[in-house]
């Protein structure tokens, strides 16, 4: 059964630092692996998607990658700014299926 | 479009009633899911749908839950009766097939005390 784990639980860093999020999944037979935001009492918002075949990928600040033989991918964010302050999930398919497998997040604060 | 829209944002209710979560889909999306958010479990997928047809219902947890989604543009899911073990944030969310670009709603709390 694939799980999906996410560490730490909490960070928290000065505004202006750059920091990477942790997932580690054990099973490498994915599909593709997404990264959500989900900010107090609201839904969950898509940041990142990347495919089984990909490595990377990247918007504005930005960048998520994936090393499936390791069974791992990183969150990067960089220059933070307060306003990244959120839970931050990732979540993967397998085989085809929609059904996305969570982790429990990392609740980021990024102080002023 | 006004995103993927669930009804009630919160649900306080006592055990042994009748719960019913509602979700409206994007229009034009043709998978509709329902996750389950709690503190120690996390996020929890309970059933997804393809073109209004239940394809995964491995997660609904017991008897007690059942969904459906009788037309394109509209979902229920359903706890009778309800339990304290209920109470956690339901989610719904859509996306097209294959695109995986998948659009959550805000959520229902419920409460079961």
């Known amino acids: 059964k694939q799980e999906v784990t996410q560490i730490p639980a909490a960070l928290s860093v000065p505004e202006g630092e750059n920091l990477v999020l942790n997932c580690s999944f054990t099973?490498?037979?994915?599909?593709?692996l997404q990264w959500f935001r989900q900010d107090p009492g609201k839904g969950l918002t898509s940041l990142l998607l990347i495919q089984s075949s990909q490595r990377e990928q990247t918007s504005g600040r930005l960048n998520a990658s994936l090393d499936k033989s390791s069974g791992r991918s990183t969150l990067y964010i960089a220059a933070s700014q307060p306003g990244d302050s959120a839970t931050y999930l990732c979540a993967l398919t397998q085989g085809g299926s929609e059904k996305l497998v969570f982790g429990k997040g990392t609740k980021l604060t990024v102080n002023p | 479009d006004a995103g993927v829209i669930q009804s009630p944002r919160h649900e306080v209710t006592e055990m042994g009633q009748e719960v019913t979560l509602r979700c409206k889909p994007i229009?034009?999306?043709?998978?509709l899911f329902w996750y389950r958010q709690t503190m120690m479990r996390g996020l929890e997928l309970l059933i997804y749908f393809n073109n209004n047809v239940p394809i995964d219902d491995s997660g609904m947890p017991e008897d007690r839950f059942s969904a459906k989604m009788p037309n394109a543009s509209f979902s229920t899911l359903k706890i009778q009766p309800s339990e304290p073990r209920d109470s956690a944030v339901y989610f719904c969310a859509s996306s097209l097939v294959g695109n995986y670009g998948y659009t959550f709603g805000s959520g229902t709390r419920l409460t079961v005390v």
């Open positions: 229009s034009g999306h043709n998978s």
């Open positions: 099973d490498s037979a994915i599909y593709n």
